[in-house]
């Protein structure tokens, strides 16, 4: 197990990739705290069967104010954080002629600016311990663009500045921070999707098929583990070969 005896805070892990990554953490020995803005239907269940190294934090991502307080009690609570994987996200699509200042805003804010926030206070602490692994949920559409994502993909290009800014902060204390590109990944933000476009996206993926939340978890356990210890800084696109 190679997350034996570290604990890690992960956001969104109510469902999609943030679950996976959440269920991959813990069958790899760590202990998890869990955020999301609602409690997923069945987490009694799940820290039943995690038996006690599940954790969770309600906490809604885009009131900025009061995130700082609730991340700082779970990391005193927690005794400190070995690994933050900033991964909740939302989507308010629209053309940007015809997308409001305010949605714009959301998305910004719940995407880039309380990944900032979590990485100031859990890196904060990292640094002093002189050891810690950040993962950022950027995006392939944060690296080429895409029509009718303005605001998502703004967030996503940010977090990559973010990652690659605080990776050079970090790194003296040993402390890493990545970011993980998906591409084309089944959960529910792309269950809504037309048929037509969903086709059109798979025409474009080399591997012929969507990603799973189980493949991005992978990747991020790979760079929240020792295995990655000489990696930072980087963006590691798990796109089927979307872009290369
Ligand atoms: P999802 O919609 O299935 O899950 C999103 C998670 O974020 C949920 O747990 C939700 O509770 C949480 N969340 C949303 N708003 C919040 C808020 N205000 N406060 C607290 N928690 C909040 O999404 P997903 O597909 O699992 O995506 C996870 C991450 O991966 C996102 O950052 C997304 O942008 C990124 N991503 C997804 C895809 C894809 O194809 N699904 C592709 C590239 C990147």
Redesign the pocket.
Known sequence: MVLENKKALV????????RAITDLFLAEGAEVWG????EPEDLVARIGGAGGRLHWLR????DLGALEGIIGEALKEAGGFDILVN????TKDNLVFRMTLDDFRKVLD??LSAAFALSRVVGRDMIRRRSGSIIN?S?VVGIHGNGGQANYAASKAGLIGLTKSLARETASRNVRVNAVA????G????AGLPDKVKETMLEQIPLKRMGT?GDIAAAVLFLASDASAYITGQVLAVDGGMFM
Request: no cysteine; net charge negative; aromatic share 4%.
């Open positions: 956001t969104g892990a109510s469902r999609g990739i943030g955020l999301s803005a609602g906490a809604d991502l885009s991964n909740a996200g939302i719940v995407n949920m995006s998906p591409g084309f990944v959960t529910d933000m792309t939340p």
